[in-house]
């Protein structure tokens, strides 16, 4: 297998919203990979932060003519940073992914799309514990969404060990990020009417050969989701073998409510006391105490930081396009994000 195909991964930034912000800060922190520049389309607050630290670009001319009025430097537009990149992260708003992989054929770049996109457009989608293999020396390649990323971390270690006939889901969504303030709902709580719910559909593009039902309701919070999680297994293991397998993955913690984690406002307040970039989690928590056993069935529930639990998923993704080792990617993205795999 290979290892590498160029010395060190230039990595542009299309958009640099809750998810592209996050990614540029790991590529930055990584040994074997830079940011060659962030494409931001408004000289907010957001961007003057960002040029502190990033080569600022812009989608055209005309924006670059906008920004450099608001006093804000600009290295040049996309099509200067594409030229200058080995490989693009897709942040753009949902859809426009689809669209801007024209642009990248063209330069004939590699691109990783986030979740929001049709899997159907690349040429796999991407959880790094499921099917990392699948996305070896691809060009065009989607990180599934924070949702179907914590289905995938969680069951994919049960699956390995025991088999799974069945995932059987609840997710309670957040109703947006806590930066937006033009979305909701606020007083109200809202189910979806489909079902299964989309991300049923999504986990099999990353986990083959297992049934899954999915229900979602959206509820007045922005820290996290919460899933409710019940497998039907192939065998019948004791709770400890359970905890046990869970405990192995370094992207999986499980959380005491004996100890007064019990919610995700206290969940979100641990995450602050590692003292991240962000104070994000990018672990998907769950409760320890809400593991429970019936014969071949597990029951148990997890807490997903929506905002950050994709990131490490986009930098093994990367590696995987140049041909990276899995477990050498996984080891060197959670040493740089400080990802321990410790029980709390």
């Not at 389309?41 to 990033?54: E, G, I, M």
């Not at 060009?139 to 088999?163: D, H, I, M, Q, W």
């Not at 997890?302 to 639990?309: M, N, P, T, Y």
Request: hydrophobic share 35%; glycine share 6%; aromatic share 6%.
């Amino acid at each position: 297998m290979q290892h590498y195909l160029i010395p060190m991964i230039g990595v542009a930034i299309n958009g640099y919203g809750t998810i592209g912000r996050r990614v540029a800060y790991g590529v930055s922190i990584q040994d074997d990979m830079y940011v060659t520049g962030i494409v931001k389309n408004s000289p907010d607050y957001v961007t003057k932060l960002a040029s502190r630290d990033f080569n600022i670009y812009t989608p055209d001319m005309d924006k670059k003519r906008e920004f450099e009025a608001h006093g804000i430097r600009v290295k040049g537009t996309l099509d200067d940073l594409l030229s200058e990149s080995d490989i693009v992260v897709d942040g753009t708003p949902e859809g426009n992914g689809e669209k801007n992989l024209k642009l990248y054929r063209q330069y004939g770049i590699k691109a990783v799309l986030e979740g929001g996109e049709k899997s159907t457009v690349v040429e796999s989608s991407f959880n790094s514990y499921s099917n990392y293999s699948s996305s070896l020396n691809k060009n065009y390649v989607r990180v599934v969404s924070c949702n179907t990323t914590a289905l995938a971390r969680s069951v994919s270690p049960l699956k390995e060990k025991f088999g799974v006939q069945e995932v059987n889901a609840t997710i309670m969504r957040r109703a947006t990020d806590p930066n937006d303030n033009k979305k909701g709902p606020i007083n109200a709580i809202e189910p979806s009417m489909s079902y299964p719910s989309h991300h049923a559909e999504d986990l099999k593009t990353v986990m083959d050969g297992i049934n899954v039902e999915t229900s979602a309701v959206k509820v007045p919070t922005t820290l996290m989701h919460v899933h409710v999680i019940n497998l039907e297994l192939k065998s019948e293991p004791g709770i400890d073998e359970v905890i046990s397998e869970l405990s192995k993955k370094r992207r999986l913690i499980l959380i005491n409510d004996k100890e007064g984690v019990n919610s995700t406002a206290q969940v979100m307040d641990y995450a602050r006391e590692l003292s991240r970039n962000r104070s994000d989690l990018y672990e998907i928590a769950i409760w320890k105490g809400s593991i429970n056993i019936y014969k071949n069935k597990v029951h148990y529930i997890q807490a997903v930081h929506q905002e950050s639990d994709v990131i490490p998923e986009n930098i093994d993704a990367i590696r995987a396009m140049f041909g990276m080792d899995p477990d050498l990617s996984r080891d060197k993205t959670d040493a740089s994000l400080g990802i321990k795999g410790v029980e709390y």
